[in-house]
């Protein structure tokens, strides 16, 4: 079941520390995070567990983007990602990090009365995390910095709105 809805607040939980390869579009944090990446990845079922988190999804190989759109594609829903918010390892460009495969980043849906709640459950871990959009219902999936608003997918005419 798929409980993504407008009106909820987008979140993103990563590791930062770590180096994107240089042949290949991945950022590798693995040896950063060491024995505390299996908490990390329990951290979800915990956000789920406490209503925290409704709906979730990976950023796979699809990148940010590309899996903003397919958590969101379901129920035709959109978000406007807030760049000047997102986390973001120092030193990598932000195309390359909208595009790459992060070896842990989860985009989190959560009702706005928690947000703070989900942050703090991904930054008590030492790992970046901030509200970067909130869920609409335009089918949209738009970037925006310094005032502007960019288009980066949309939905099909489908079946599904």
Do not use: H
């Not at 759109?69 to 120092?90: I, Q, S």
Request: proline residues 4%; charged residues 20%; hydrophobic residues 45%.
């Amino acid at each position: 079941m798929n409980r993504v809805a407008a009106g909820q607040t987008l979140v993103l939980g990563c590791a930062v520390d770590g180096e994107l390869r240089s042949d290949f579009p991945f950022f590798r944090g693995f040896d950063e995070r060491g024995t505390r990446s299996a908490g990390d990845v329990r951290l979800l079922a915990d956000l789920a567990e406490r209503g925290c988190a409704v709906a979730a999804k990976d950023v796979s190989m699809a990148g940010l983007i590309g899996s903003l759109g397919m958590l969101l594609e379901r129920n035709a829903c959109g978000a406007t990602v807030d760049l000047e918010v997102l986390p973001k390892p120092v030193g990598v460009a932000m195309g390359d990090w909208l595009t790459c495969f992060p070896s842990y980043a989860f985009l989190v849906c959560c009702p706005p009365r928690r947000t703070a709640e989900c942050v703090a459950a991904f930054t008590d871990r030492d790992l970046a995390a901030a509200a970067i959009g909130s869920i609409d219902d335009t089918g949209e999936v738009a970037l925006c910095a310094r005032g502007e608003r960019v288009l980066a997918l949309s939905a099909p005419v489908t079946g599904l709105r």
